[in-house]
């Protein structure tokens, strides 16, 4: 069997933007209600404290990242992930601190979201998963599952807009979050495109790449599904996850 | 600081059934629909491929377990788990076959249904989560993690009858697993019952076995809960699952 012919860089390219117009959860009907003003309060705040478990698990997956690979300068690029997300605690809150001034602004108390106790099962599995897979497999699958962030500005700037003018409870201090990532996602979104395009030689670890985005927009997309199921419609909050009416 | 006072064996044992009785999937309202025959042959077909990934991967899960033990007797208990899911190939078929005469008898591929590719992301999340659970901890979580089978029997009786009663695409001979684990799950959920209630002997260890229990209920509940979502109401399928309407 004859290794079968690689993609150009401009076809790989292509074909990971596709995955990202076909499959990235801006398409997902609960960012729709979100941003549209569609939710009430209560589904917001569940939104907000489900997503912390993924905002707060970003520096364990960059770290476990860092851990395997070789590559100092690839390391050099990617500590400042994990410095983004937790801040020095000086100078810089970094990404999570801004997130739970997001929940808190909703009347959540941080210890409740911090400990991700009341979060849907659902939520912790998807994003377990994520921290698992940049753990296995080639360094193209560990970075290529990051891409996403190539399609998030466009999501964070409907969310900023939405949520201003549609939720009387949520004001310019408490979107801090998203306009920070407005400048940092491309610069990581780059970075790690042209790592993909450039080291991804093989059909297979081409493969690896197209594997690896789709995984990733499968692990956003479950958690809006989990999120629409148990707080939208049908409404069943499984057992011991937040319940709106007991704040 | 003071350890507190650890709970008798009895208290133990109640505190865990206790989660059984108020968290295992059987009270799920998808376990209703099916057993009680108001599922079509798509949704049903959607059931077993989904269950497919938890049942196959039960032997990966028993095996990371026993390479983490080094107690001998432990780990002879624990491989016939392995055994009985894999078969021998010669005169045992195993479970993983015995379910795969139900997804084919119910016109599936064999072939789609081994690769798992239709699946729903949130059923390999959490099918995943538990093989990675049994590998982190006190071995007492890694074991009581196993006690949902304590529950199982009542479950496989209520689809024996129910399914064979209410669905005429369901028939004696696609349900053996489900005979089989009559009696095979009572034996192993004795043993780990038996196992946790003597090493657990500490409030610290009583707490991992509470969570461990709650942990995999959770497992099970969320696989039920995306299959509701995706394939009952609002039976919205993510990118790239099982279509009833594509085989």
Chains 1, 2 share one sequence.
Not at 148 to 172: C, Q, V, W
Request: net charge negative; proline share 5%.
């Amino acid at each position: 069997m004859t290794e079968p012919t690689p993609m150009t860089r401009d076809e790989l390219e292509a074909a990971l933007r596709k995955i990202g117009a076909t499959r990235y959860h801006n398409l997902h009907p609960f960012h729709k209600l979100l941003h549209g003003g569609e939710l009430n309060k209560g589904q917001v705040q569940a939104w907000a404290l489900n997503r912390y478990c993924y905002q707060s698990a970003i520096p364990r997956k960059d770290a476990a990242f860092i851990a395997r690979t070789t590559d100092r300068n690839l390391r050099r690029e990617w500590i400042h992930r994990v410095e983004d997300h937790d801040g020095d605690g000086i100078e810089e809150e970094g990404g999570i601190e801004r997130w739970l001034a997001l929940t808190t602004g909703l009347g959540l108390d941080p210890a409740m979201v911090i400990s991700t106790e009341k979060a849907l099962p659902a939520t912790r599995f998807a994003v377990e998963a994520y921290v698992e897979y940049v753990q296995k497999g080639s360094m193209v699958r560990a970075v290529a599952s990051s891409l996403t962030e190539l399609f998030a500005p466009k999501i964070h700037e409907e969310r900023i807009s939405g949520m201003l003018e549609n939720y009387d409870f949520i004001d310019e201090s408490v979107m801090k979050y998203f306009r920070r990532r407005l400048t940092q996602a491309p610069r990581d979104a780059n970075f790690a495109l042209n790592y993909v395009l450039e080291h991804a030689t093989t059909r297979a670890l081409q493969q690896d790449a197209i594997e690896a985005l789709t995984f990733k927009c499968n692990v956003l997309w479950s958690q809006l599904d989990a999120l629409y199921f148990a707080y939208y419609s049908p409404a069943m909050i499984p057992p011991g996850a937040f319940r709106p009416d007991e704040v």
